[in-house]
C-alpha cells in the first residue's frame, strides 16, 4: 500500500531562519507525482508545488525549494528565510495509482516565532 | 485558478440526523471529485472517490451506506453522513482536480465543520 512519512511531528524555528521539512514515501506506481500543500489555523489547503516522479531537477520557486530523491523515496522541502505567515502544517502528498488520488503524510507543524 | 466550494462551512445536528454536504467546482468540470475526512490534529484521510454519473468507490474501511455521495452533475457532488453519531464530528474536504493533459492539479475546497451532539 501507498505510505508517507513525515518524520517531524512538529518544528519551531525563529523568524528568517531556513527549515527543511522531510517526507518519504513507498509506492508502487512506476510514474507519479509529488505535492506539497500547506494547512493554515483557517483549514484550507494551500497548494505549493508538484513534482514529477521522471523529473529529478531540484528548483528553487521563491522562498520554497524542493529535493527530490527518487532512489531514495525522499520528497524534501526547503522555506528559506521563514516569516511568521509560514506558520502552519504541512502535509507531503504523493498520487496513488490514478493519478489524480492523493494519500497525505501526517503533517509537520511548523511554527515560526517572532 | 480554479474553484472549488462547499456548503455548509459549519454545521452542528443532533445525534441520529442526517446532514448534506455539498462541493462545487465553480469554474471548471469535475468527472471526479474526493471526499476527505480531518480529526483534529491528523492527517487528511481519503474517504471515498466520486464519479460523475456512476457510483462512488468508497476507501478500505469506509461505510458506504453511512457516507452516500451522489456525484449529478460535472459540478457538483454531495456527501450525506447518515444517523449522524458523535464520532462522525469532523472537518470533511473535497477536492476536485483541473484535469489537463498533465497530472490534473487538485483544488480542495474550504472544508465542512461537522459537529454532532
Known amino acids: 500500500a501507498q505510505k508517507v512519512t513525515q518524520a517531524q511531528t512538529e518544528i519551531s524555528v525563529v523568524e528568517k531562519e531556513d527549515v527543511t521539512l522531510d517526507c518519504v514515501y513507498e509506492?508502487?506506481?512506476?510514474?507519479?507525482?509529488l505535492f506539497w500543500y500547506k494547512q493554515p489555523p483557517s483549514g484550507e489547503l494551500v497548494f505549493l508545488i508538484r513534482?514529477?516522479?521522471?523529473?529529478?531537477q531540484n528548483e528553487i520557486s521563491g522562498r520554497y525549494s524542493w529535493n527530490f530523491q527518487k532512489s531514495t523515496s525522499s520528497f524534501n522541502f526547503t522555506i528559506t528565510a521563514s516569516q511568521v505567515v509560514d506558520s502552519a502544517v504541512y502535509f507531503c502528498a504523493p498520487s496513488s495509482g490514478g493519478y489524480n488520488k492523493l494519500i497525505f503524510g501526517a503533517g509537520t507543524r511548523l511554527a515560526v516565532h517572532p | 485558478g480554479a474553484v472549488v466550494s462547499q456548503h455548509p462551512s459549519r454545521v452542528i445536528c443532533k445525534s441520529g440526523t442526517s446532514v448534506k454536504i455539498e462541493c462545487r467546482s465553480l469554474d471548471f468540470q469535475a468527472t471526479t471529485m474526493f471526499w476527505y475526512r480531518q480529526f483534529p490534529k491528523q492527517s487528511l484521510m481519503l474517504m471515498a472517490t466520486s464519479n460523475e454519473g456512476s457510483k462512488a468507490t468508497y476507501e478500505q474501511g469506509v461505510e458506504k451506506d453511512k457516507f452516500l455521495i451522489n456525484h449529478a452533475s460535472l459540478t457538483l457532488s454531495t456527501l450525506t453522513v447518515t444517523s449522524a453519531h458523535p464520532e462522525d464530528s469532523s472537518f470533511y474536504i473535497c477536492?476536485?482536480?483541473?484535469?489537463?493533459?498533465?497530472?490534473?492539479?487538485?483544488?480542495f475546497g474550504p472544508g465542512t465543520r461537522l459537529t454532532v451532539l
Open positions: 477536492s476536485a482536480p483541473y484535469e489537463d493533459r498533465d497530472f490534473g492539479e487538485q483544488f
Open positions: 509506492t508502487r506506481d512506476t510514474t507519479y507525482y
Open positions: 513534482r514529477n516522479s521522471f523529473d529529478e
